[in-house]
């Protein structure tokens, strides 16, 4: 994350998240059980949408800045690690739940970062993801989104606006439950598009 972002990054996602990003990650969230890590936890938003099924809550933020506004929301126990996800520092099958929201685009390997959450839950555990993804292939905001994405990734700490992440997380081994896309609103044209849904670690 730019080291200018951290600070504000609540306001300026403040109209996005009254718009629709409050609600979907209440609705995704209300499926987290068990022991339940969550990778990019940025600024927490998350932290008030996990529910009495989470017996164990672990916060991944690799950003020193970040970390410490997640610490400042938590009101229930809860882990604030380092940890980047390509290296998760947890034995194989040790979670339940697994969270991503508003982070593969920003993660430096898609892949890899989806292959840890892969080895980290156990067989049958569910990945609840929310990621802003790469527009419709033909449609003009796709040609926007090339045109944009090396000026954005400067000015937004690395985030790809191109990335095709459901294709990701179905390669990495997992089972797509459900997979709605919709459109991000009061947010920039170029990282509007949206899917969020549940997958299953075969």
């Not at 996005?16 to 890590?37: K, Y």
């Not at 997640?70 to 034995?91: S, T």
């Not at 979670?95 to 982070?103: E, N, Q």
Request: hydrophobic share 45%.
């Amino acid at each position: 994350m730019s080291w200018f972002v951290a600070p504000f990054y609540d306001w300026m996602m403040a109209g996005t998240e009254e718009a629709c990003l409050r609600s979907w990650r209440s609705a995704l969230l209300a499926d987290a059980e068990g022991e339940v890590i969550e990778i990019g936890a940025g600024t927490g938003a998350n932290v008030a949408c996990y529910g009495d099924a989470v017996t164990r809550l672990v916060f991944a933020e690799p950003d020193a800045r970040m970390r410490k506004q997640i610490a400042g929301k938590l009101k229930r126990p809860g882990e604030v690690i380092d940890a980047p996800a390509e290296a998760l520092p947890f034995e194989d099958a040790t979670f339940d739940t697994a969270v991503t929201t508003l982070v593969l685009c920003t993660v430096a390997d898609l892949s890899a970062s989806i292959a840890e959450l892969h080895r980290v839950l156990k067989p049958g555990g569910k990945l609840l993801f929310l990621e802003h993804v790469a527009a419709e292939e033909g449609t003009s905001r796709r040609a926007w989104q090339h045109r944009m994405e090396p000026m954005w990734k400067v000015v937004a700490g690395g985030c790809c606006v191109t990335r095709e992440t459901r294709a990701a997380i179905e390669a990495a081994g997992f089972d797509m439950v459900s997979c709605k896309a919709e459109s991000m609103r009061k947010s920039l044209p170029i990282v509007r598009p949206t899917i969020r849904g549940v997958a299953v670690r075969s």
